[in-house]
């Protein structure tokens, strides 16, 4: 008795131990979460584990020392290890097919650490895609715990080849269920190969906007613009539309509508706009930001800004740059950003009966009385409007508001005839596209300038070309310099040759973005 004592105190003691040592990881574990790795979420386990076979062990030793209990124990045991599971051409005991879970446990732990070795050791030297890397060893994984499960049936005795139909309807079973992932897996194979996104891309599925973070074999991880991680199944990207900025060329171009209200001076709307985008640090030179008047609105003349990013995923915060920009201006040029109109217009055939009646049998009784009548508040706002009706509907208006007028007194005819009589002749407003001016003796002073390109004698062959730079050198410098595109740039050199400030050391070619030598005109020995 006193050893069994003995034995339950210690077993007590290393539970507690166990447990206290469990709760230190886990709490390390919550406070520093930068430093976990994967290993450690197994931690619980292992010591329910541990302290499942230190109770199974004291359980065994106490039940030694009373005959009944031994019985029961030696019954347990028989239970467990007598063959009773038929497979194949054995029988197998509890015990043996707890050995076998075990064994296929530690092969998926082994293969899961061989593959990430792979990864990390030697998949890296080759430069490849991370999603590429990705389900490279997620294959390797699959692959092998196959291999592995294959080899301890062998060992283990069991004979696969009993085992194929039992696989054949298992695998019809769960493949109905599971032809979604199959899908999603395939849609990853296709998604590494072709690459249509990859990791760092900005892009739109349906109303997800974010960053790809991470291509696995059955999901992808996007990150959105307020940094919450969606995971979204490969498939989405092969049967969805998606509209991926950082595609190919990340150049792209910005659109940005506006309306303001009718009256407003169109050329100095236009003017105000462009002032709005100039100069902004995100927006490309070239191509030159454009102000298009897209057409007459039922409230407002609506324009379109469209500017050139180099930069996708800093489109949303430049909208907003350009919205407080744009407001601004325009507040500061008096011109108004109008709220939706309507005109509400009232048809009563008693009252035009009753002012018949009272205008007797004239002239005026025989015309159609026109029953709408604009709101007197909104006459001014919507005058445009008004305006662009027939001359003839303007005399007949002009006939009511004197008819009106003789009838009701000359003050109320006077009102009436100005809302409908009066017209305003508006002057042809011609439009046209701003001619972008470059100041081309400051460009050259620039680029010859100590930051400009670099001229320097050049050698080809034989020859030595003295005071010359390279044409993709100078398309370079013009694109970082002016924020132009690579087709603007080019322009903007062939531009110079036709200025005649630069030109070909031998006059064989055109400005182009090739390895060829060019030369100012004003370095000429």
């Known amino acids: 008795m006193v050893r069994s004592s003995t034995v339950l105190a210690s077993a ?18 919550t406070r520093r ?15 329910i584990c541990l302290e499942l076979a230190l109770w199974i062990g004291v359980g065994f030793y106490i039940t030694d020392y009373f005959p009944s209990s031994r019985q029961l124990r030696y019954q347990i045991f028989q239970t467990f290890t007598d063959p009773i599971f038929p497979l194949g051409d054995r029988d197998y005991s509890i015990v043996q097919l707890l050995e ?7 092969l998926w732990f082994a293969v899961r650490w061989a593959t990430q070795l792979f990864k990390k050791r030697i998949l890296v030297l080759t430069g490849a895609d991370p999603g590429i890397q990705d389900i490279a060893s997620t ?38 269920g599971l032809q979604n992932i199959a899908n999603n897996f395939i849609s990853g194979l296709i ?18 906007v974010g960053t790809v973070e991470r291509i696995g074999p059955r999901s992808t991880e996007v990150a959105t613009l307020d940094r919450v991680s969606i995971i979204v199944p490969n498939s989405r990207f092969i049967d969805s539309e998606v509209i991926n900025w950082s595609y190919g060329n990340p150049v792209s171009r910005l659109r940005i509508p ?20 100039k100069n902004h640090r995100d927006i490309l030179n070239y191509p030159a930001p454009q102000v298009w008047f897209q057409e007459f609105g039922d409230s407002s003349l609506n324009f379109d800004i469209f500017v050139w990013i180099r930069e996708p995923h800093k489109q949303f915060k430049l909208r907003s740059d350009l919205n407080y920009r744009i407001e601004a201006i325009l507040r500061r040029n008096g011109i108004e950003i109008p709220f939706p109109q309507r005109d509400l217009h009232l048809r009563s055939p008693e009252i035009e009966g009753a002012i018949a009646s009272w205008l007797g049998k004239g002239s005026f009784a025989e015309e159609r009385l026109e029953p709408e009548i604009p709101n007197r508040e909104r006459s001014t706002s919507t005058a445009e409007e008004h305006r662009s009706t027939g001359a003839q509907e303007h005399r007949s208006r002009d006939n009511i508001g004197q008819s009106f007028g003789q009838s009701f007194g000359q003050s109320f005819g006077q009102t009436i005839g100005q809302s409908f009589g009066q017209t305003t002749e508006l002057m042809p407003i011609e439009y046209g596209e701003e001619a972008e001016e470059i100041d081309i003796d400051a460009l050259i002073a620039q680029m010859r300038g100590p930051e400009g390109v670099e001229i320097q004698n050049r050698r080809y062959g034989l020859n030595i070309y003295p005071k010359c730079f390279l044409g993709t050198e100078a398309v370079q410098w013009l694109m970082w310099t002016q924020k132009a595109e690579i087709g603007a740039a080019i322009a903007i050199g062939k531009l110079l040759i036709d200025r005649g400030a ?14 060829l030598f060019y030369r100012f005109y004003i370095d000429e020995e």
């Open 33 to 47: 979460p930068d430093r976990h790795r994967s290993w450690q979420q197994f931690l619980p386990l292992g010591f």
């Open 191 to 208: 998604i590494a190969f072709e690459r249509p996104i990859k990791i760092g891309d900005l892009i739109k599925l349906g109303d997800l």
């Open 100 to 106: 076998l879970l075990a064994l296929t446990v530690a």
């Open 12 to 29: 007590i003691v290393l539970s507690c131990i166990l447990l206290w040592i469990s709760r230190r990881l886990s709490k390390r574990r």
């Open 258 to 277: 506006i309306g303001v209200a009718y009256g407003s001076n169109v050329q100095q709307v236009r003017k105000a706009l462009l002032e709005c985008v």
């Open 139 to 176: 294959s390797l994984q699959y692959i092998l715990i196959l291999l592995g499960l294959i080899i301890i049936l062998q060992i283990w005795g069991i004979d696969v080849s009993s085992l194929a139909i039992l696989v054949s309807v298992l695998g019809v079973g769960i493949g109905f």
């Open 502 to 515: 630069i030109h070909h050391v031998t006059d064989e070619h055109d400005f182009k973005n090739e390895r």
